[in-house]
């Protein structure tokens, strides 16, 4: 995994509240086997319509996800979020996140930017006046930055998901952070545990 400091792009506006990881990407398309290809997924039922917000043109190549409250609801799925990054999201935003979602992004380099109610309504607000606006999220100083709208404001994330996101740690380079323990621990593991061979 990347580390991730800042990002900076333009942002999809999603003015829906309480999508849920279903909504994100639909169990039809849990049967594949690899992390990748789930963003042809994503919304995938929503996209059917025309006037979907991934469908209009003025939000293409967008990195960032403005959402409303309660996003990421639902079932513990790994694959909404593998979704949204295969599709090219960076960021979500949005006010209130569901937590196993949160845990879920930043194993995966997805920064799950959680903002007060009125910083949120004010971005996506500007994102749908102005598909071009550029946002950065800086996620060494917690900043949500949209100098074009007048707009600059703070973003919760915890703190050990800050830093693996900084140092680009998924759950396997969390783990090899600690390989030297592992490695003693296994070279005196054998003495305690039971055995088969036969006592003399």
């Not at 992390?35 to 039922?45: I, P």
């Not at 990421?72 to 790994?78: D, N, P, Q, V």
Request: charged letters at 25%; a negative charge.
């Amino acid at each position: 995994m990347e580390p991730v400091h800042i990002v900076t792009g333009r942002a999809v506006p999603l003015d829906r509240s309480d999508v849920d990881t279903d909504q994100i990407i639909p169990s039809d398309w849990l049967k594949r086997i690899e992390r990748t290809g789930f963003g042809a997924g994503l919304f995938s039922e929503w996209r059917d319509a025309r006037d979907f917000v991934l469908n209009k043109q003025e939000y293409a190549g967008a990195t960032i996800l403005v959402a409303g409250p309660n996003f990421g609801t639902g079932s513990s799925r790994e694959h909404a979020v593998w979704a949204l990054v295969d599709y090219g999201f960076r960021v979500v935003i949005s006010p209130r996140i569901a937590d196993i979602f949160k845990n879920n992004s930043t194993r995966s380099g997805l920064v799950p930017a959680e903002v007060d109610a009125d910083l949120g309504a004010a971005i996506m607000e500007a994102v749908q006046r102005t598909p071009d606006l550029e946002i950065t999220v800086d996620v060494e100083r917690l900043l949500v930055e949209a100098p074009a709208a007048g707009i600059s404001g703070p973003f919760r994330l915890d703190g050990v998901a800050r830093e693996r996101l900084l140092l680009g740690l998924d759950d396997i380079g969390v783990t090899l952070g600690h390989a030297a323990e592992i490695t003693q621990f296994e070279q005196h593991r054998s003495a305690w545990l039971p055995t088969l061979e036969p006592t003399a």
